[in-house]
RNA sequence: GGAGAGGUGGCAGAGUGGUCGAAUGCAGUAGUCUUGAAAACUACCGUGCCGCAAGGUACCGUGGGUUCGAAUCCCACCCUCUCCGCCA
């Protein structure tokens, strides 16, 4: 959520910022004064009745205590006690109305952000290492490489769920644990992260708090009790264990990091260029989360992004880093650069890492503060990038380092946790 | 899933209709004392909202209700614990 005072103090600017974005959220920032200022002085009515009401109350218990007949003064505060109901009502809809109309709009992207009305002006910031060169042969794509090793099965995997999901198998499956457990102890041992392994299930206040509702539900599994939500993203559970607590501040920054299994309805986006494993209902994921002192995001983010870096450059992958212009970055974002791996057999770049700076974006909808050096509680700000996404990891991993006779030649960073050198 | 008990401030734990935002203890902060530390003593010590401020107001799991007035009574829901059942 945006910051109310912010909104009253600078009006033109959050709906410049939000402009910037592209859609129409800026149009309900006049919709959103309105309600504060309907909201305020409900409040403050609502208050003195209150207060007159606590103070005839009070009265009448001493009256009473004395024997005394207090009647009147309670009729007359039963009238009180129904404007309060009536002017509480009002204020309490606007105060609704208000928070609905705040949880639609998106975060202000960071004053450093790129304009740009979508991904197509999006800067390219750098790149590490260089396309792979094969040696007298063609390099071909993953699915065919993997099928001829068998390392995975879309075929079981539709049958026993449906499209967009696969069953890894043998090697193939052995693999995806190698390298969830490769990049788990890298994140933990080499950059200081905390593992937690957090449930996929959780309830709406949490889709609240890092901001997938109420605007995404349709990309969300739902579970049947209409309360709960598959996760898409360890970013939820792990933003969220931190909800509604106040942090002690010596410990910036917290830095978190799950694997978990991630689920996403996709809905539109079958058939679409996705072939393979590169766009699925389930996938797995290393997140790193992190929760920072305002002043240290900005710096975090590329820290965040270096940690996530290293994860190719361990494994020799070529990337490049684009940062997201305003127009495609993330709704929560302030500031967003994602990390894309190249995959030769796709002969394109694949997004593996979405490493992003939300401000006090998520602090703010979920109450996330720390006591500052005065003692005053304020909101924490909160990142998160996947270090890494795995399919596509494991996409670019194929195609890079296979061989003229379709093996795999594996990076050295692997051999210890596959148990070997080569697939084949 | 069944039966019972319970959810109060960072923690522990009082409070069953009014003077209770809430006793007390511990932890924490500041100070006195001390060469220093400890102990002892003194003061402070939850969160949000409205307000320039003084101050006001709300919050005792959540949401409703009763009442002039609710932490306290009633209803529903959520969660925790114990026992039973079931299960990895």
């Keep these: 959520m945006l910051d109310i005072r912010q909104i009253r103090e600078e009006p033109e600017l959050c709906q410049q910022r939000l402009k910037a974005r592209g859609g129409d959220a800026w149009q309900l920032i006049t919709e959103v004064l309105a309600c504060d200022e309907q909201r305020r002085s ?6 003195e009745l209150q207060q007159e009401r606590n103070r005839l109350s009070k009265e ?37 109305r ?62 026993i769920s449906s499209s967009g999901f696969v069953v890894y198998t043998g090697a193939g499956a052995r693999l995806q644990r190698a390298l969830i457990q490769f990049l ?32 995404f539900e349709d990309d969300m599994y739902g579970i049947e009790d209409n309360a709960h ?21 010596d410990d910036f920054p917290v830095k978190t990091t799950a694997a978990t299994h991630c689920f996403r309805r996709e809905a539109g986006a079958a058939g679409r260029e996705n072939r393979g494993l590169i766009r699925m209902h389930q996938f797995d994921k290393v997140e790193l989360v992190n929760v920072v002192h305002p002043d240290q995001s900005v710096d975090q983010l590329e820290t965040l992004t270096n940690e996530a870096e290293k994860v190719l450059q361990t494994l020799g992958l070529h990337y490049r ?12 974002a302030t500031k967003t650069y994602d990390i894309e791996v190249w995959a030769p057999g796709q002969n394109e770049y694949l997004e593996v890492s979405s490493c992003s700076n939300f401000g006090d974006y998520q602090a703010r909808r979920m109450k996330l503060r720390f006591k500052d050096e005065d003692g005053k509680n304020r909101l924490c700000h909160t990142l998160n990038g996947s270090g890494t996404a795995l399919p596509r990891l494991y996409v670019a991993l194929l195609e890079t380092y296979q061989q003229a006779d379709g093996s795999i030649r594996l990076p050295e960073a692997l051999h210890s946790y596959f148990g070997g050198e080569e697939i084949r």
């Design 184 to 215: 788990l102890d890298l994140h933990t041992r080499e950059h200081g992260y905390t593992e937690v392994n957090p449930p996929v299930v959780v309830n709406r206040d949490c889709m609240f708090g890092t901001g997938q509702l109420p605007k």
């Design 98 to 159: 208000q928070r609905e109309l705040l949880l639609q709009i998106p975060n202000v992207p960071h004053e450093n952000c790129p304009v740009g009305s979508d991904e197509t002006a999006n800067p390219e910031i750098r790149t590490w290492g260089e396309k792979a060169t094969f040696d007298g042969f063609e390099p071909t794509d993953h699915l065919t490489l993997g099928g001829k090793l068998a390392l995975f099965d879309f075929e079981l995997g539709a049958k």
């Design 42 to 47: 409900g409040e403050t009515e609502k208050q």
């Design 229 to 249: 939500f598959l996760i898409p993203t360890a970013e939820v559970p792990v933003t969220n264990l931190f909800r509604d607590t106040i942090q002690k501040g």
């Design 60 to 96: 009448i218990g001493k009256m009473r205590s004395q024997g005394e007949d207090s009647a009147d003064l309670e009729t007359q505060v039963r009238g009180i006690g129904e404007k309060i109901k009536a002017v509480g009502e009002t204020t309490e809809a606007a105060d609704n």
């Design 321 to 332: 880093i684009i940062e997201l212009c305003t127009g495609d970055i993330g709704f929560s």
